[in-house]
């Protein structure tokens, strides 16, 4: 079993920076960031496999940039030039199986998550 615990969220202006950490109890194959606003489903952000591959949304490409350690264990994901519709709950997703997906399904292992609001 693995714990994932998030932190680093918070309020910010359009237009700034947050950088939210993940830190998870054991190493891991894939990490992956989601996020979930109110009445809408969790939506895949960006994920990070053991490798150092990395994938991301289209609505966060060139803004966001996910990044890990090198057990896997730990995954950052630094987000610039802020928009009030990246206002959301964030979670951290974790999976040890050798396959890294882009939806929630995919993961096993989650953290609580950690809010992120962007105002206009």
């Known amino acids: 079993q693995v714990q994932v615990v998030e932190s680093g969220g918070g309020s910010v202006q359009a237009g700034g920076s947050l950088r939210l950490s993940c830190a998870a109890s054991g190493s891991t194959y894939c990490m992956g960031w989601f996020r979930q606003a109110p009445g809408k489903e969790r939506e895949w952000v960006a994920i990070i496999g053991s490798d150092g591959i990395t994938a991301y949304a289209e609505s966060v490409k060139g803004r966001f940039v996910i990044s890990k350690d090198n057990p896997n264990m730990n995954s950052w994901l630094q987000m610039n030039s802020l928009k009030p519709e990246d206002t959301a709950m964030y979670y951290c997703?974790?999976?040890?199986?050798?396959?890294?997906?882009?939806?929630?399904?995919?993961?096993?292992?989650w953290g609580q998550g950690t809010q992120v609001t962007v105002s206009s």
């Open positions: 997703a974790a999976r040890t199986a050798r396959w890294c997906g882009r939806t929630a399904s995919d993961y096993r292992y």
